[in-house]
Nanobody, 127 residues
Framework: HVQLVESGGGSVQPGGSLRLSCTGSGRSFNDDSMGWYRRSPGEERMIVAAINWTASSALYGHSVEGRFTISRDTSKNTVYLQMNTLTPLDAGVYYC????????????????????WGKGTLVTVSA
């Protein structure tokens, strides 16, 4: 059974940090690009960050650039999202995804066609 499982979500105060992890099982994801999406209350799902299969390229949503860092460990079949200087606007359910790089960089147009998705982990940011 192929799946992606997120962990590391929780509640944090504004200005705090969290590190999300997403581990794949059932197959290797080393040849896939991987990324994180967020759905905030009342908003559409949006890309937060993505990293290609060689880790030579990464992209970030405009609102998180300079604060979030995506990385991957192929030996662990895992992708990480280090989130710093969190604000209430960063709150939401964070979903891990794996698939073709061109779908990640195509914005929302092909988002639903990304091959694999996790079930999400909740991040809450409040004082």
């Amino acid at each position: 059974h192929v799946q992606l499982v997120e962990s590391g979500g929780g509640s944090v105060q504004p200005g705090g940090s969290l590190r999300l992890s997403c581990t794949g099982s059932g197959r290797s994801f080393n040849d896939d690009s991987m990324g994180w999406y967020r759905r905030s209350p009342g908003e559409e799902r949006m890309i937060v960050a993505a990293i290609n299969w060689t880790a030579s390229s990464a992209l970030y949503g405009h609102s998180v650039e300079g604060r979030f860092t995506i990385s991957r460990d192929t030996s662990k079949n895992t992708v990480y999202l280090q989130m710093n200087t969190l604000t209430p606007l960063d709150a939401g359910v964070y979903y891990c995804a794996a698939g073709s790089w061109w779908k990640f960089i195509s914005g929302s147009r092909y988002m639903d066609d990304i091959e694999y998705w996790g079930k999400g982990t909740l991040v809450t940011v409040s004082a």
